[in-house]
């Protein structure tokens, strides 16, 4: 009896398919399917049916998957343990980030941490939409949502604060501003869950304006700076994300005296006992170039 062909049975009902499941374990398809097919064959039943579309379990698989998917859950668990008391920084590292944060803060990360370690291999999502918790394996998920519920399984470790301003294109007829009041009458372009701008003045005072029938409301940072660029309306995005337009004069600053609340991303970790290697190094490398750019931000100021 082959026990890997049992994990690899769990290992496709957990992801929803042998395509998923693959991209998950780096593992070939036909691989998956020919363990499930052998297993089948040893114990005399089908497990599943398969479709073009989707993946249906049978009665038999149904038990079978009851009885056996918590103690190979387990032994994974312990398998990764018992990796994470290892120094060597290896194996395949799965995250995933919301785009804003991923595409400009993450990619130098990876690349260096590829550079260090040459047996280690990455796979990043960087999402538009809110990452499902684990759903698909990951070993680190970065989140803008403070997840004050999240299930006792997960740790939560915020990494970064990363300032935010007011930017339009310089051909776009604003008016004189003289405070957040005064953008009601402008075009907005909102993040998908925008519902309030928060702001607070060089001299102390706050003040908030609430996000009603935006110009363009999207979850993706990218299509704002875009539209921001093509003169559309005023967008609130990360000064790192917009750096170069601002550079290039595409984009000017509004109420630079008027600080928007910052963008704060998490660092969400499966709660095992041991934290990978791979996972520990992968911080270490974020909070190193972290306090890189506040020592080069303050530098400049």
């Not at 294109?169 to 928060?198: F, Q």
């Not at 595409?250 to 969400?268: G, N």
Request: aromatic share 6%; net charge neutral.
């Amino acid at each position: 009896m082959n026990w890997d062909d049992f994990d690899a049975f769990c290992q496709v009902v957990d992801h929803g398919g042998f395509s998923a499941a693959a991209r998950a374990l780096d593992r070939p398809k036909s691989s998956l399917s020919a363990s499930v097919t052998r297993l089948e064959a040893q114990l005399g039943m089908r497990l599943m049916e398969r479709t073009t579309r989707r993946l249906r379990l049978t009665e038999a698989g149904e038990s079978l998957y009851r009885d056996i998917s918590k103690p190979f859950a387990q032994l994974r668990e312990h398998a990764i343990d018992a990796l994470a008391k290892g120094a060597a920084v290896q194996g395949t590292l799965r995250i995933a980030a919301p785009y804003e944060f991923g595409a400009h803060h993450l990619a130098s990360v990876a690349c260096r941490m590829m550079q260090e370690h040459p047996q280690l291999k990455v796979h990043m999502d960087v999402e538009h939409a809110q990452v499902a918790l684990f759903e698909r394996h990951y070993d680190l998920v970065f989140s803008a949502i403070e997840h004050k519920f999240a299930p006792s399984s997960v740790v939560t470790k915020r990494v970064y604060s990363l300032e935010r301003g007011l930017f339009a294109s310089p051909s776009l007829d604003v008016g004189e501003l003289t405070g957040p009041d005064d953008l009601s009458k402008l075009p907005i372009l909102a993040g998908g869950d925008d519902s309030v701008w928060a702001f607070r003045h060089a001299g102390g005072s706050t003040a908030e304006m609430g996000v009603h029938n935006p110009r363009l409301r999207s979850g993706n940072a990218g299509v704002r700076l875009e539209a921001a660029i093509a003169g559309q309306g005023v967008a609130r995005i990360t000064a790192t994300f917009c750096a170069a337009a601002l550079a290039q004069g595409r984009l000017v600053q509004l109420l630079p005296e008027w600080q928007c609340e910052p963008l704060r991303v998490y660092a969400l970790l499966p709660g095992r006992k041991l934290v990978p290697a791979k996972v520990r190094r992968f911080l270490e490398i974020l909070e190193d170039e972290a306090r890189g750019t506040r020592a080069s931000s303050q530098g400049g100021t």
